[in-house]
RNA sequence: CGGGGCGUAGCGCAGCCCGGUUAGCGCGCCUGCUUUGGGAGCAGGAGGUCGCCGGUUCGAAUCCGGCCGCCCCGACCA
C-alpha cells in the first residue's frame, strides 16, 4: 500500500529510516553524522519544547542561556566528567586566523560552564535553591549516528539546579524524573520504565543517573530521558559553597535532567505502522486533514463550500489542514497524510454534502464512520482523544506482552541491566 | 575502529564484466486536454562536469592506480 516504505518485519532499521526521510521529519546534513530537522518534524518538537517548558515553569525553573564553547579546562575539573566525555568532545583550536591560547570545546553539555557561573552568583543559602532551564544544541563526536536517535549534533533542554541540602536536590531530581515520566505516558502516548543506571552508565560525574526508558516495537527499551543527582561533584569541582542560616559555610548539592530530539525518534518507533508515520494528538502539528472530493466543477463549489464551513469550524480548537489540491487525486492525498501521522482525516464528497454528513477515519486503526455535519467539531475531539488513548493502550499492551527480554538500544555502554531498580 | 554497500538528471536505478554514434529507464518536475470516494491517463517538454585526481588508449561512465564522501551492520559511546 505505502509506497517506498520498508516493511518492519522486513527490515526494521530500513523501515525507521524510511518514516523519517519519507514523512519529511529531517535529511541528512553534508556533515557526516549531523541532520536537518525539517519544519515538520520541527514542528513536533516545538510541540514537545511547549508541553515541557510549561511543566518546567510550573514547577518553578526559569530559563536561561549559556555559551556553546566552554574553556577546555573547564572539563577537566571534574575527574569522572572529562573521562566520560573528552573521547567526543570537538574542539576548537583556531579562530580569528590564528591558534587560540587556550582550546575551547562545543558543549557536549553544560554543567561546568554553568556551575562555574553558580559559583559568581551562590552566597547565602538565600540565594537557593537556583532552578534553571535551557534550551539549546549540544554536540558529541558519535562513531555511529541515526536520524533523531543519536546524531552528532542534537537539541535538548538540559535543567541545572542548585540546593542547600542533599535531601532537596534528590526530590528535584525525582521530581524532573517524574515530569518526564507524565510528558513521555500524558503527551507521547508511550508508556516508560523508571529505572536507575547502573554505575558504569550513569552521567559521567552523578552520583546516581534516573531513566525513563520506553519499549519500541522491536522489543527494545530505549532510553528517553534521564534525571541525574549530582550530589556536591560539580560544587567541589568548581569551589560552589555558602553561607547557611547557621553560619557555617556549606558545599552545594545540584541535579541536572534532560530530554533531546531523541525523543523524536522515540515517538516514531514508538507508535508508526508499515503505513506511515502515526502521531498522538497531542503533538501531531496537523490535527485533522480535510480531503474534499469532486468530480464536475459543480460539485467542486458545492463541496468546497462545505469543506470551508468545516474547517472554519474547527479551526477554533484545532491545527486543521484543508487540503484544496486540484491536481491531487483523492487517494493519494489518503496516503500522502497516513504517511504523515495526521491523526484524524475527514473525507467529504457530494454524497456527504447531500446527506449533510462527513466521513471521519482514524490514523492509528483506520476506522472509518459518518458523522454529522453540524456535530463535526464534537466528533473530531471524541475522534481525538480516542486516538490519543488508543495509542497509549496498544503500546501499555504491548510492552506488557513481551517484559521477560529487555535490551537496550540506544542507551549507554552496556546493553543489559538498565532498567533494574526503581527510585 | 572493523565488515559491507553506494557515488551516473531533483529522487531511485540500468549501463561497467567484454572501451566505440547523440549516456538510457522509472518516478518526480513544466505545458495542455481528459480525470477525481484509496497513490490517474495520453501527448509534448525541460533537466547530465557519469564523486575527484592521475594513468592506459586513436577513443574511458566502462580498464588500472590513488583519493574523497556518504549510508548500513557491528564494536564503542552520559
Known amino acids: 500500500m505505502a509506497k517506498g516504505i520498508t516493511k518492519r518485519s522486513q527490515d526494521y532499521s530500513r523501515w525507521y529510516q524510511d518514516i523519517v526521510l519519507r514523512a519529511e521529519l529531517a535529511d541528512y546534513a553534508p556533515v557526516k553524522g549531523c541532520m536537518v530537522i525539517r519544519p515538520y518534524g520541527y514542528?513536533?518538537?516545538?510541540?514537545?519544547?511547549?508541553?515541557?517548558?510549561?511543566?518546567?515553569?510550573?514547577?518553578?525553573?526559569?530559563?536561561?542561556?549559556?555559551?556553546?564553547?566552554?574553556?577546555?579546562?573547564?572539563?577537566?575539573?571534574?575527574?569522572?566528567?572529562?573521562?566520560?566525555?573528552?573521547?567526543?568532545?570537538?574542539?576548537?583550536?583556531?579562530?580569528?586566523?590564528s591558534k587560540l591560547e587556550?582550546?575551547?570545546?562545543?558543549?557536549?553539555?553544560?554543567?561546568?560552564?554553568?556551575?562555574?557561573?553558580?559559583?559568581?552568583?551562590i552566597q547565602s543559602y538565600r540565594d537557593l535553591p537556583l532552578l534553571i532551564n535551557q534550551w539549546c544544541n549540544v554536540m558529541r563526536w558519535e562513531l555511529r549516528t541515526r536520524l533523531f536517535l543519536r546524531t552528532t549534533e542534537f537539541l535538548w533542554q538540559e535543567g541545572h539546579t542548585a540546593h542547600a541540602t542533599?535531601?532537596?536536590?534528590?526530590?528535584?531530581?525525582?521530581?524532573?524524573?517524574?515530569?518526564?515520566?507524565?510528558?513521555?505516558?500524558?503527551?507521547?502516548?508511550?508508556?516508560?520504565?523508571?529505572?536507575?543506571?547502573?554505575?558504569?552508565?550513569?552521567?559521567?560525574?552523578?552520583?546516581?543517573?534516573y531513566t525513563i526508558e520506553a519499549m519500541m516495537q522491536d522489543r527494545k527499551a530505549l532510553q528517553a530521558g534521564t534525571s541525574h543527582n549530582l550530589g556536591q561533584n560539580f560544587?567541589?569541582?568548581?569551589?560552589?559553597?555558602?553561607?547557611?542560616?547557621?553560619?557555617?559555610?556549606?558545599?552545594?548539592?545540584?541535579?541536572?535532567?534532560?530530554?533531546?530530539?531523541?525523543?523524536?525518534?522515540?515517538?516514531?518507533?514508538?507508535h508508526s505502522d508499515d503505513n506511515g508515520l502515526v502521531l498522538p494528538p497531542r503533538l501531531a502539528p496537523i490535527e485533522c486533514v480535510i480531503v474534499p472530493i469532486y468530480r464536475s466543477d459543480e460539485e467542486k463549489s458545492s463541496v468546497l463550500e462545505?469543506?470551508?464551513?468545516?474547517?472554519?469550524?474547527?479551526?477554533?480548537?484545532?491545527?486543521?489542514?484543508l487540503d484544496d489540491r486540484d491536481q491531487c487525486?483523492?487517494?493519494?492525498?489518503?496516503?500522502?497524510?497516513?504517511?504523515?501521522?495526521?491523526?484524524v482525516r475527514i473525507e467529504l464528497g457530494p454524497r456527504d454534502v447531500a446527506s449533510g454528513q462527513v466521513v471521519l477515519v482514524r490514523r492509528d486503526n483506520g476506522e472509518k464512520q459518518s458523522c454529522a455535519l453540524d456535530s463535526v467539531v464534537e466528533s473530531v475531539e471524541r475522534a481525538l482523544e480516542e486516538v490519543q488513548q488508543g495509542l497509549y493502550h496498544r503500546r501499555w499492551i504491548s510492552g506488557r506482552a513481551t517484559p521477560a527480554k529487555l535490551t537496550v538500544t540506544m542507551s549507554s555502554r552496556n546493553s543489559s541491566g538498565t532498567t533494574a531498580g526503581s527510585p
Not at 110 to 118: A, L, N, P, V
Not at 238 to 250: P, S, T
Not at 306 to 321: C, D, E, H, I, R
Not at 329 to 343: A, C, D, R, Y
Request: contains cysteine; charged residues 30%.
Open 329 to 343: 487525486k483523492p487517494g493519494f492525498k489518503f496516503s500522502e497524510w497516513e504517511l504523515k501521522g495526521v491523526p
Open 102 to 121: 587556550e582550546p575551547y570545546v562545543i558543549r557536549p553539555t553544560s554543567e561546568t560552564i554553568i556551575w562555574s557561573m553558580y559559583r559568581k552568583w
Open 43 to 97: 514542528a513536533i518538537w516545538e510541540k514537545m519544547q511547549a508541553t515541557l517548558d510549561a511543566r518546567f515553569k510550573e514547577t518553578g525553573h526559569v530559563n536561561a542561556y549559556f555559551p556553546l564553547l566552554i574553556p577546555e579546562e573547564f572539563l577537566r575539573k571534574e575527574a569522572e566528567h572529562v573521562e566520560g566525555f573528552s573521547p567526543e568532545c570537538a574542539v576548537v583550536t583556531h579562530a580569528g586566523g
Open 306 to 321: 462545505k469543506a470551508n464551513q468545516v474547517w472554519k469550524a474547527l479551526s477554533a480548537k484545532y491545527s486543521v489542514k
Open 166 to 209: 542533599e535531601k532537596e536536590a534528590e526530590a528535584e531530581t525525582r521530581q524532573m524524573l517524574e515530569v518526564y515520566r507524565e510528558f513521555a505516558e500524558g503527551t507521547m502516548a508511550m508508556p516508560v520504565i523508571r529505572g536507575v543506571k547502573t554505575e558504569r552508565e550513569k552521567f559521567a560525574g552523578a552520583l546516581r543517573t
Open 235 to 270: 560544587a567541589k569541582a568548581f569551589d560552589v559553597d555558602f553561607l547557611d542560616a547557621d553560619g557555617e559555610r556549606k558545599l552545594v548539592w545540584a541535579s541536572s535532567w534532560g530530554v533531546s530530539t531523541r525523543l523524536i525518534g522515540a515517538l516514531i518507533m514508538a
